[in-house]
């Protein structure tokens, strides 16, 4: 399984000395997730002090280094409550194109299943670290411990504190990094995704950045060919009800619930039809996958391993018009950037499909 969103998701946090402060990570399209102390520190006021409305600066380090956004403290939970240590931003401006909300799993039933981080600790905030480490176990308050499973190598420390949590099993973000090793016992923890979750769902709104002249002058449903010659259709900004009822559907997963209203403020060009394999061909025949600038740092690190630097054959659907299958969600992204766009979120992807309600 791939690490969907990791990368694209992830921000540093700037303190008033212009030094990174800590980790945080996209949510949705503006809300950003990270722990509270880390905005204490960001803005050097005590957890008493905070005001709704501050700002700090990130960037998205995968993205674009040398572009700063101010984020708006919305609401926060404090450290000594349950969980708690947990602070909710909004993006003041409009965040990079490729950037994208992490896959989040409410799933509570992790001990012993194998996770990873990404922080920017002192003497790494360029281009940060990855901690190794596995779930021990439930704590009192909450959180969840974790412990490296190497005797060597890197292990969380301060920088790492916002940090997404990924597990590979269930493909998606856990939780957040709360507390770091104290050098000994290589142990730290986390607050499982369960506790932010519900705590972000009334935020979904980013109509609040400028629409584009797109927006409001391209009539829904237009076709077009885009710059490699594959059609698309515009769908327009709108709003829809998403997820699930299970009231309605039976079969409705929790991941899925509750059914919320969603606003997407901007309209965007999808394909038409899936992907085929003859348009797949082209971005192999381009040396699309020698090229690093379609590749995300992991997905580039993860080709370099592979023998054959191409999707698996299947014979039985090998007709040049057919859906390309077999492909990786890491090829599916570096596809999507030779094309000059990105793959859908889950809200456009799921507002594509049912239209606005």
């Avoid at 399984?1 to 503006?30: D, H, K, P, W």
């Avoid at 859906?323 to 992807?349: I, K, M, N, Q």
Wanted: hydrophobic share 35%.
């Amino acid at each position: 399984m791939t690490s969907q969103r990791f990368e694209q998701a992830i921000v540093r946090i700037y303190g008033t000395n212009n030094r990174v402060q800590g980790t945080g990570f996209l949510v949705s399209s503006i809300q950003l997730v990270t722990c509270c102390h880390v905005v204490c520190t960001a803005l050097g006021k005590e957890e008493s002090m905070l005001v709704v409305g501050s700002l700090v600066l990130v960037d998205f380090p995968f993205i674009d280094k040398t572009k700063s956004y101010k984020a708006e403290l919305v609401s926060w939970v404090p450290k000594n409550q349950g969980a708690g240590d947990i602070a909710l931003l909004e993006l003041k401006d409009r965040p990079p194109e490729t950037a994208l909300p992490v896959k989040l799993s409410l799933n509570d039933n992790f001990s012993d299943h194998y996770v990873r981080m990404h922080g920017f600790p002192s003497g790494f905030e360029d281009d940060g670290r990855i901690a190794q480490a596995s779930v021990v176990g439930k704590l009192p308050s909450g959180r969840f411990s974790i412990r490296g499973n190497t005797e060597l190598g890197i292990w969380v420390e301060p920088g790492f504190s916002g940090s997404p949590v990924w597990d590979d099993s269930l493909d998606a973000v856990i939780g957040m990094v709360v507390t770091a090793d104290d050098g000994i016992k290589r142990s730290a923890s986390f607050i499982p995704a369960t506790a932010f979750h519900h705590f972000t769902k009334q935020y979904k709104d980013d109509s609040h950045f400028p629409v584009t002249a797109e927006d409001w002058t391209t009539p829904p449903m237009s076709v077009r060919k885009d710059a490699k010659g594959i059609q698309q259709v515009w769908v327009p900004p709108g709003k829809f009800q998403m997820g699930s009822n299970p009231d309605l559907d039976a079969l409705a997963l929790k991941e899925e619930q509750p059914r919320h209203l969603v606003d997407i403020s901007h309209g965007f060009w999808i394909d038409i039809f899936p992907v085929t394999n003859e348009s797949y061909q082209e971005f192999i025949g381009a040396n699309g996958y020698r090229q690093h600038q379609f590749w995300s740092n992991e997905g580039w690190r993860w080709i370099q391993d592979l023998r054959d630097q191409q999707p698996k054959a299947y014979p039985q659907f090998a007709e040049p018009r057919q859906p390309r299958v077999g492909v990786s969600w890491y090829e599916a992204d570096a596809y999507a950037r030779w094309r000059g766009g990105h793959l859908p979120t889950e809200e456009e992807w799921e507002y594509a499909a049912r239209g606005p309600s």
